[in-house]
């Protein structure tokens, strides 16, 4: 079964605001078999909606929009529903006492004429009841295609989405069943994988497709299998995820989309009772920040000093003077001694320093731009590298940041 999201929104189409609806629906739609077809974001223009609903009759099985349903003049989408189904708004008696409900007995005031407008809908569709908030969603249905109208508030449109919409399809129809396999890479290009595992990929069975989602220093590998026998698709998954350790599983960190390295990091350093900290400065506290975003990591990290200016490396780190006078700020020599500073400051087990020119210009750096030192000290050592990322700036941080990681990952699985 296929789908098409829309979008509508000016909102969107300018860039005031980023979708995120169309991902969460897609999602949820792909786990009960309905793949996503095409995914649109169209103007708040009637014309331009019904142009869009025509373009997608017969052609999918769903149509799912979002936005277009409000309070506010400007929210025109069951005006259009009414439009296209030759129909008109009727209130549903269920809807207005809830809208009322809510508005006095939440916000504390009295209902207003427009707000029980909510209660609107043609008279054709299928009410999606919202608890969670006003608008309510809609079904209906023309020829061979359902389509299903939903508020653009996240939250609202998330819980029409899992109460609603998912139990209605998988009640109501037969799908076939998709399943997904994401392997997590780490510290080799999409390209080098690619020819690693070239001769794995040209065997797959033909229900089984691979897809290639590379970032900055890591690649997922996504297996995806179609077809009506959850028995077979689910062998045929494992057996190849297993074939494919065999070949690169000095670089897999993870089967899933949750683990990431800093989540794997994470696990690693709580298993074995260690803890980390780190001084950056032309990363300016990137590796802290995504450290700290994975559920408790307060249990491994101690802090970070952010040592953008040479005064702090100096003053905070203790960093030597002369160091900075013989080596430059920019150096392997530093980049040492910052982690063995904050190591020092936070009585750590390991410590990531890092030091560089992220550029876009050299400033008073005499190290090129892209020129990045990575230290990382544990108990025993101190191991420097020295790289060159380029530009853009941001590829210079990121790339960084994905290298410490490498780094700390390696130092830390020789002690496994």
Known sequence: MKAAIVTIGDEILIGQIIDTNSGYIAKALDKIGVQTHELLSISDDKQHILDTFKSLQNKVDFVVI?????????????????????????????????????IESVMKRPASQMNKDQALVPSKCEVLFNKVGTAPGM??????????????????????????????????????????????????????????????????????????????????????????????????????VTSLAKLIGDIIVGFDEDETIEVVLGRLLTQQNKTIATAESCTG???????????????????????????????????????????????????KEMALGIQKLMKTDYAIATTGNAGPSKGDADAEVGTV????????????????????????????????????????????
């Open 139 to 240: 079904w209906m249905k023309k020829e061979n295609t359902v389509f299903i109208s939903l508020p653009g508030v996240p939250y609202e449109m998330k819980y029409i989405v899992e109460n609603e919409i998912i139990p209605k399809i998988v009640k109501e129809y037969q799908r076939p069943y998709i399943l997904h396999k994401t392997i997590m890479t780490y510290g080799q290009g999409e390209s080098l994988v690619a020819e690693r595992i070239e001769s794995w990929e040209n065997n797959l069975p033909d229900f089984v497709k691979l897809a290639y989602l590379p970032a900055p220093g890591r690649v997922r590998l996504r297996l995806t299998a179609r077809g009506t026998e959850k028995e077979i698709l689910e062998k045929s998954i494992n057996e190849n």
């Open 66 to 102: 979002t936005g277009g349903l409000g309070p506010t003049k400007d929210d025109i989408t069951k005006h259009t529903f009414c439009e296209y189904f030759n129909d008109t708004l009727v209130v549903n008696k269920e809807v207005e006492s809830h809208v009322i409900e809510l």
């Open 285 to 335: 506290g990137k590796i802290a920040q995504v450290l700290t975003s994975v559920s408790g990591a307060s249990n491994y990290f101690r802090g970070s000093v952010v040592s953008y200016a040479t005064d702090t490396k100096v003053s905070v780190l203790g960093v030597s003077e002369e160091t900075i006078k013989k080596y430059t700020v920019v150096s392997a020599q530093v980049a």
């Open 373 to 416: 030192f990575l230290a990382l000290a544990t108990l025993s050592e101190v191991i420097v590298e020295e790289f060159n990322f380029g530009q853009p700036r941001e590829k210079v941080i990121d790339r960084a940041v994905n290298k410490a990681f490498e780094m700390l990952q390696k130092e830390i699985l020789k002690n496994l």
